[in-house]
């Protein structure tokens, strides 16, 4: 297992999340204790059925918990802070009370005041789909408190990301706008070891504009930068496997996550914790044997 990354912030270890990582890629766990997310909404909104599913997710292997407070499925209305962080932040804070449970927690959300909270309670990575440009204060955080943030490319906000996105070469375009992000980030004093990307798949693309970015993720892995893959029971592999529900969709999602080990992706963000874990630990394998 890697090296846990310390909970308290400013108090990284040598080299920042890049040095954490180490070599096999880590599973994220999602864990969305909201009424309305796509997949699993209103099943872990209470704190009772929010720690069994932590649990779980411990027993299967994860290695990081990413709670939000927030829906970002297409067509979602945003949250309040004061609501995200009346959501989140006892969870976080029944996670810390168990002194032998050291494992990370990540916050998503896109506002600097719910990430705060989450760092305070006892966050230590922040999971920011806006990519540092829904609250021009998330960076000014993630700099001060020395946490690592993940930047993630979103065309539009969930309200309107879906509504006829386009692209004339979409890998180049992601690219281009995480780069983008970066220097903001740079610019703000977030040091460069601390920076996390993910091309946001599903997030203000189309079926094709998905499968372009899974077919080409060395590009991104070619930015030096550790980057993380969020497919898990995306809507539009349901149209190529030709299901609606998507809890059907975690064997399409695992095997995503098999081609993106193989890409180089350091991080996946999933529902299914185990089925995952497995994907990576087979790929993995088969990726050190050459």
């Avoid at 909104?45 to 927030?70: K, T, Y």
Wanted: negative net charge.
């Amino acid at each position: 297992m890697i090296n846990r990354i310390n909970r308290y912030a400013g108090s990284q270890p040598a080299g920042g999340i890049h040095a954490s990582l180490g070599d096999k890629p880590l599973i994220m766990g999602i864990l969305n204790v909201t009424p309305d997310s796509f997949s699993d909404g209103g099943k872990y909104s209470g704190l009772n059925a929010a720690m069994q599913q932590v649990e779980r997710m411990l027993s299967e292997g994860v290695d990081i918990i990413d709670i939000g407070g927030e829906s970002t499925r297409p067509g979602a209305d945003p949250v309040a802070a004061k609501e995200q962080i009346q959501r989140v932040v006892p969870v976080i804070k029944a996670i810390r009370q168990d002194a032998a449970c050291d494992i990370l927690i990540s916050i998503d959300t896109t506002l600097s005041e719910v990430a705060k909270a989450a760092l305070d309670a006892g966050a230590n990575i922040i999971n920011d789909v806006s990519g540092g440009r829904g609250d021009a204060a998330m960076l000014t955080l993630a700099a001060q408190t020395g946490v690592p943030i993940i930047l993630m490319h979103s065309k539009g906000t969930p309200k309107t990301m879906q509504d006829n996105p386009g692209y004339q070469d979409v890998v180049q375009e992601v690219l281009d706008a995480l780069n983008e992000s970066i220097n903001m980030a740079l610019k703000a004093g977030v040091k460069q070891d601390a920076i996390v990307l993910d091309p946001g798949i599903g997030f203000g693309k189309r079926k094709q504009d998905n499968l372009d970015l899974l077919a080409h993720l060395e590009v991104l892995v070619a930015t030096g930068f550790p980057v993380l893959l969020g497919t898990s029971r995306k809507r539009f592999m349901g149209t190529i496997c030709d299901v609606t529900e998507p809890s059907e969709l975690v064997t399409a999602t695992a095997v995503t996550t098999a081609l993106g080990v193989m890409a180089g992706v350091k991080m996946f963000r999933v529902h299914d914790v185990k089925e995952n874990r497995h994907a990576v630990d087979v790929a993995w394998a088969i990726k050190q044997s050459r």
